[in-house]
T-cell receptor
Framework: GESVGLHLPTLSVQEGDNSIINCAYS??????FIWYKQESGKGPQFIID?????DKRQGQRVTVLLNKTVKHLSLQIAATQPGDSAVYFCAESRSGGSNYKLTFGKGTLLTVNP | GAGVSQSPSNKVTEKGKDVELRCDPI?????LYWYRQRLGQGLEFLIY????????KSGLPSDRFSAERTGESVSTLTIQRTQQEDSAVYLC????????????FGEGSWLTVV
């Protein structure tokens, strides 16, 4: 069925390195994508979003890339810090009209080693 | 308040009992969501409220689950005759409505059914 999934369930990086977290989606009708960060025991925290009319968007130390041809989304974190350790979820929105809901992937656990 | 507020933060209940979880969205947010997150898993959509429109209940897993919302304010999620598989974090989120508006999550209500 339709789903949003992640290529890598875990990612371990050294402090200061760049991190790349990947996500695949299956519905070509999806037109809005969001990355969330979830620290242990907390709710998901919005990081960055991107609409389907864009292929790249930058925030503070984060960049989201969207490749609609292969239905792939990635989150790049520059100069990864220990505080970046968390589970990262991609989510997509696919419905039209006035209602919509997010469909989440399973998440990638990012561990930053000092 | 400044963010989405949920209560209780933790709830332990006996199998077969009913539980009620409360969510106070960010003031002025017309859209409200409930999601469920089982341990180590992604988020599952449960229900979506948008203004005075009929809610999208397509994610509710069984008729034991129901949710209400008073206008554009507080929402309650009720689980009747709880089962052990209902043990999860129940996350509430809100947004100013419409696609592309940031969705903010609360810290969740951790439910354990024993």
């Amino acid at each position: 069925g339709e789903s949003v999934g992640l290529h890598l369930p875990t990612l371990s990086v050294q402090e200061g390195d760049n991190s790349i977290i990947n996500c695949a989606y299956s519905n070509s009708a999806s037109d809005y994508f969001i990355w969330y960060k979830q620290e242990s025991g907390k709710g998901p925290q919005f990081i960055i979003d991107i609409r389907s009319n864009m292929d790249k968007r930058q925030g503070q130390r984060v960049t989201v890339l969207l490749n609609k041809t292969v239905k792939h989304l990635s989150l790049q974190i520059a100069a990864t810090q220990p505080g970046d350790s968390a589970v990262y979820f991609c989510a997509e929105s696919r419905s039209g009209g006035s209602n919509y809901k997010l469909t989440f992937g399973k998440g990638t656990l990012l561990t930053v080693n000092p | 308040g400044a963010g989405v507020s949920q209560s209780p933060s933790n709830k332990v209940t006996e199998k077969g009992k009913d539980v009620e979880l409360r969510c106070d969205p960010i003031s002025g947010h017309t859209a409200l969501y409930w999601y469920r997150q089982r341990l180590g898993q992604g988020l599952e959509f449960l229900i979506y409220f948008q203004g005075n429109s009929a809610p999208d209940k397509s994610g509710l897993p069984s008729d034991r689950f129901s949710a209400e919302r008073t206008g554009e304010s507080v929402s309650t999620l009720t689980i009747q005759r709880t089962q052990q598989e209902d043990s999860a974090v129940y996350l509430c989120a809100s947004s100013s409505g419409g696609k592309g508006n940031t969705i903010y999550f609360g810290e969740g209500s951790w439910l354990t059914v024993v």
